[in-house]
């Protein structure tokens, strides 16, 4: 497997699913923790498609996009929360927000168990890169 392209489908597979977050987060003015176990299973379909083998390799590819995508959403998010106060519109808001006042903002806007969900979601997206099927009936032929 070429590792530019598994690259490049993790950043867009990480960037793709925090805009759909964000646009979410935005139309219900509301964190929407639980979008983090979307993400979670988003980047282990796509890991799946581009058919990387289960392993140590593709767990932690997993878990490190799945890191990417959360933050990249909460950064998103809280740029939309500040585009209105700045008279920008969200993407201009996001050129000039800093990490230290998204990080400041997704502070106040999740909560405890919005953390729990995306720490669940990291732990999930690791265990399915190693080929971790709980719900799968099906076992290894003998």
Do not use: E, Y
Request: glycine letters at 6%; a positive charge; aromatic letters at 8%.
């Amino acid at each position: 497997m070429n590792h530019l392209k598994t690259g490049l489908w993790c950043l867009v597979t990480a960037t793709g699913i925090a805009a759909l977050w964000t646009v979410a987060a935005v139309a219900t003015q509301r964190p929407l923790g639980w979008m983090a176990l979307i993400t979670a299973l988003d980047v282990s379909i796509m890991l799946s498609l581009l058919r990387l083998a289960p392993g140590a390799m593709r767990a932690s590819i997993a878990a490190a996009t799945t890191v990417l995508s959360i933050t990249l959403a909460w950064w998103f998010i809280a740029a939309s929360q500040m585009a209105p106060m700045f008279g920008l519109h969200p993407l201009q808001s996001l050129q000039r927000i800093s990490p230290q006042l998204a990080l400041s903002l997704s502070a106040a806007s999740f909560n405890r168990f919005d953390l729990v969900l995306a720490a669940t979601s990291i732990v999930l997206a690791a265990a399915w890169g190693f080929g971790f099927k709980a719900l799968s009936g099906r076992h290894p032929a003998p």
